[in-house]
């Protein structure tokens, strides 16, 4: 797969890992923010992964893996899912539309060959073909601010609309809806032949529209507390630890790897890390990288004259960016005991960057189900 034709517009800067196939910008990435939240801009994604699955069974033996419900997906309609290990932690984050005959899953780019590969061995005797398309298949997205693409896109493209700005039925959120930073997100990704990206380029140069780079869409994903396979997620990832019960876990569909695990965690117990948002002290100029240490500061209850307050690592950094209306903001994964009101900062290049700590995941979110303390035995009323 060569580079992106985007490549070549005026001013466009590769992007770092895990944007390192496109743009991550074109000269003014505050300015490429309002385009693209106005509607305005495309943002090229084509260093996306896209698998197709094809077969009379693609549905319902796809439905058996994830964790969403997909048998009754209908041509057109979308929905995001993972695929969990036997442990509940995520090991793929899919965007998932069918067009009939097919179904398309699109996906972080370095992820496509594993799970294309992973897939083709689940298959058994099952009338499915699994095909990692990626090749001849680009994503493009945008936030349009009413219906349609920004610009035309070409015939037999697919496109897919982000579930995160509301709780879906079968879901669970533990953010509070009310005030949720999400309830304006709007991304709205197409799937198009790749030979049609020159044509997409040629239209931004003619002025038809206007584009936007990996790090503007970045910027508005953080603000709205969306999370992303390719920065939010480890080995240990759970789905509740991001609030991704929200658009990608159906809690009413059962036999899924993974599923006892999802139901446990909400049901009886709590998520034992959780994801934040921070708003950083600019004063510096410093953006934290990804893995940047979160460091608590307790102070003890009667500190000695001149005791320094205690400084623990509860989290790490997983995205951050400069936006355009909130400045420095980032995306952690902290301790779930890590109290709301605890002052934070953050130890990049070198320095101590101050935190004000957003909860997306409450440090008090609760089971669902309030178990019945049994009294001991030998007690009588």
């Not at 997409?200 to 992303?228: C, F, K, N, Q, T």
């Not at 935190?355 to 979110?365: L, M």
Request: net charge negative.
């Amino acid at each position: 797969m060569t580079g992106s034709p985007f490549l070549a517009l005026p001013g466009a800067v590769v992007g770092d890992p895990p944007d390192e196939g496109v743009a991550a910008h074109y000269g003014n990435p505050m300015v490429e923010q309002r385009r693209l939240e106005q509607g305005r801009a495309i943002v090229d994604l084509s260093d996306r992964g896209v698998l197709t699955v094809t077969g009379p069974d693609r549905r319902s033996w796809l439905n058996s893996m994830a964790s969403r419900s997909l048998d009754h997906l209908q041509p057109g309609q979308s929905a995001e899912a993972l695929f969990l290990d036997a442990a509940g932690h995520v090991e793929h984050a899919v965007h998932v539309v069918d067009d009939g005959e097919r179904t398309w899953l699109v996906l972080e780019g370095g992820a496509a060959p594993a799970l294309a590969a992973w897939l083709d061995r689940m298959r058994f005797m099952l009338r499915v073909e699994v095909a990692d398309v990626t090749a001849d298949h680009a994503v493009v997205a945008a936030m349009p601010s009413g219906d349609g693409f920004p610009v035309a896109l070409p015939e037999g493209s697919l496109t897919w609309t982000d579930p995160w700005r509301r709780v879906l039925d079968d879901g669970y959120a533990y953010a509070p809806e009310s005030g949720h930073a999400g309830a304006t997100w709007r991304l709205v990704e197409a799937i198009v032949p790749r030979t049609a990206l020159p044509g997409l380029v040629a239209a931004v140069r003619r002025g038809e529209v206007e584009v936007a780079g990996a790090l503007a869409l970045e910027a508005l994903r953080i603000a709205a507390w969306r999370p992303r396979f390719a920065t939010e997620v480890d080995e240990r990832t759970l789905p509740h630890e991001l609030d991704w019960l929200r658009s990608a876990v159906d809690l009413n569909k059962g036999c899924y790897r993974g599923q006892e695990t999802v139901a446990k965690v909400v049901n009886l117990g709590r998520p034992p890390r959780r994801l934040v948002m921070l708003h950083l002290d600019g004063s510096d100029t410093i953006l934290p990288r990804p893995g940047d240490a979160v460091v608590g500061m307790k102070q003890r209850p009667e500190p000695a004259p001149g005791e320094e307050p205690e400084r623990r690592v509860v989290g790490a950094i997983t995205s951050a960016a400069m936006h355009h209306e909130l400045g420095p903001i980032a995306l952690a994964v902290v301790k779930r005991s890590v109290p709301a009101d605890l002052e934070l900062i953050v130890e990049s290049h070198g320095i101590d960057v101050a935190a004000a700590q957003v909860e997306i995941v409450p440090a008090g979110a609760a089971p669902a189900v309030a178990v019945p303390r049994l009294p001991r035995l030998g007690i009588r009323p």
